[in-house]
């Protein structure tokens, strides 16, 4: 049933995956973070480890084991997360940013507890650097693949990411569909691909979806060798 197990098609190839979301820093006890629980990201590197590829994970905060045979490495920050990702994407075939990272962090994160005070209190943020912007704008040999996280007009924002950022798939998710999106076993998902194509994936597990995903990243890297 499960021929993929079985045949390391992946074997030697050198992969990162990002997963989870981050956390921005408000005080010592505070922080600004996402829906993400990882399990799209974890999913990925199960499969692919499965397809035997050399994998490292970097993620964000989760409550998920670490898959079998995956060199992790844990950050918090989408910061930490963009000095982990740089340092290793030379050395990467395949880069799949599956991560929620904070587009925002606070602007100045205080040393001690923050103390109420009456009235309203107006918090500044700053952009955080676009890791996976960086990788497009950066790349040489490696694939790309970027995540798009909508509530809607999906086609149009994902196929916006897949020219902006320079990727090869961009995997789009509508996150308020059921059985799709944050924290459920499950994900319903569409694959853009830079040649124009895409492919509609029905409801499926996020295990399953991960494979149909390494599936397609395994057909570019051979049409790139043809
Ligand atoms: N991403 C990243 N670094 C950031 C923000 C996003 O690497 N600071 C990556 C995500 O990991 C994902 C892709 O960019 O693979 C798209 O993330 P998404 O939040 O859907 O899109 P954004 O480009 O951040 O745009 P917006 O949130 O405005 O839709
Ligand atoms: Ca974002």
Request: contains cysteine; hydrophobic residues 40%; glycine residues 6%.
């Amino acid at each position: 049933k499960n021929h993929f197990s079985e045949v390391p098609y992946l074997k030697q190839k050198k992969i990162l995956i990002t997963a989870g979301p981050t956390r921005e820093k408000i005080d010592p006890v505070r922080f600004f973070t996402n829906r993400s629980t990882g399990k799209m990201g974890y999913a990925l590197a199960e499969a692919a480890s499965l397809a035997g590829a050399d994998v490292t994970l970097v993620s964000g905060p989760t409550n998920l084991p670490t898959p079998a045979n995956v060199k992790m490495f844990r950050v918090e920050s989408a910061e930490e997360m963009y000095q982990h990702v740089m340092d290793h994407f030379k050395y990467c075939d395949v880069v799949i940013k599956s991560a929620a990272v904070a587009d925002y962090r606070p602007k100045h994160v205080y040393n001690e507890k923050m103390k109420k005070q009456t009235g309203d209190l107006i918090l500044e943020l700053e952009r955080t650097t676009d890791i996976l912007k960086t990788l497009g704008e950066q790349k040489e040999h490696q694939l790309l693949v970027g995540f798009a996280a909508e509530t809607n007009n999906i086609a149009e924002y994902a196929k916006k990411k897949l020219v902006s950022k320079n990727l090869d798939i961009v995997v789009a998710n509508n996150v308020t569909e059921a059985g799709a999106g944050f924290g459920t076993d499950t994900n319903i998902v569409t694959l853009y691909k830079r040649d124009g194509s895409q492919l509609e994936l029905p409801l499926m597990s996020k295990l399953d979806a991960a494979k149909a995903i390494l599936r397609e990243v395994k057909h570019l890297m051979d049409e790139e060798k043809a």
